[in-house]
């Protein structure tokens, strides 16, 4: 089964802009993947913030944005917010299924 | 309004069996697929299983493959998870999640606990 790498974590200071990527180990992350980003903040159930690579649901804040980089899927926040800290987790879609990675805590310090 | 709501999770005991149910509404639950995500307490997100709105096409993560079934009642907009033979390591919050194939994820509901223990 492939397997979907994530930062274990991540820093970003208040107003900056960081990127979180999502690897797969059997090789470069396409469309084809169907990358998700969902975001996930203690106690509360998952949110999902990217479908599809690139897309955004009406809930998604606009500082939030999908896109492919360097062979990886990729979430790129600019002006980070207090409120964005958070675990950030990615799935990709392989014939049928679907693997998550390990996630990414994003502290905004 | 989408709302999903999980419950059958709880205490049960090692080779045991239970079965999760997830209550949709807000949608037209028959036009999407339906997916179960569990996370072990402190730890990251699985996907579990996966059912087509018809009902036609399933998958199942390797770990829980042979011992869990997923199912879905579209007259009454629910979605299940039968699991037998369960093991301390399926202690874990069982989410719903509105999406699969053909469709993206969207709306999520808020989980049950399951808890595998004698």
């Known amino acids: 089964q492939a397997v979907v790498t994530q930062e274990s974590s991540l820093t970003v200071s208040p107003g900056g802009t960081v990127t979180l990527t999502c690897g797969s180990s059997t090789g470069v992350v396409t469309s084809e993947h169907y990358p998700h980003w969902f975001q996930q903040k203690p106690g509360q159930a998952p949110r999902t913030l990217i479908y599809?690579?690139?897309n955004k649901h009406s809930w998604t804040p606009a500082r939030f944005s999908g896109s492919l980089l360097g062979g990886k899927g990729a979430l790129t926040l600019s002006g980070a917010q207090p409120e964005d800290e958070a675990d950030y987790y990615c799935?990709?879609?392989?014939?049928?299924?679907?693997?998550f990675g390990g996630g990414t805590r994003l502290t905004v310090l | 309004e989408v709302q999903l709501l999980e419950s059958g999770g709880g205490l049960v005991q090692p080779g045991g069996s239970l079965r999760l149910s997830c209550a949709a509404s807000g949608f037209t639950f028959s036009n999407y697929a339906m997916t179960w995500v569990r996370q072990v307490p402190g730890k990251g997100l699985e996907w579990v299983s996966s059912?087509?709105?018809?009902?036609?096409?399933?998958r199942y993560a390797d770990s829980v493959k042979g011992r869990s079934t997923i199912s879905r009642d579209n007259s009454k907009n629910t979605l299940y998870l039968q699991m037998n033979s369960v093991r301390a390591d399926d202690t874990a919050v069982y989410y719903c999640a509105k999406g699969g194939w053909g469709s993206n994820f969207d709306f999520w509901g808020q989980g049950t606990r399951v808890t595998v223990s004698s």
């Open positions: 799935f990709l879609f392989y014939s049928g299924v679907f693997v």
């Open positions: 059912i087509q709105g018809n009902g036609n096409n399933i």
């Open positions: 599809d690579t690139i």
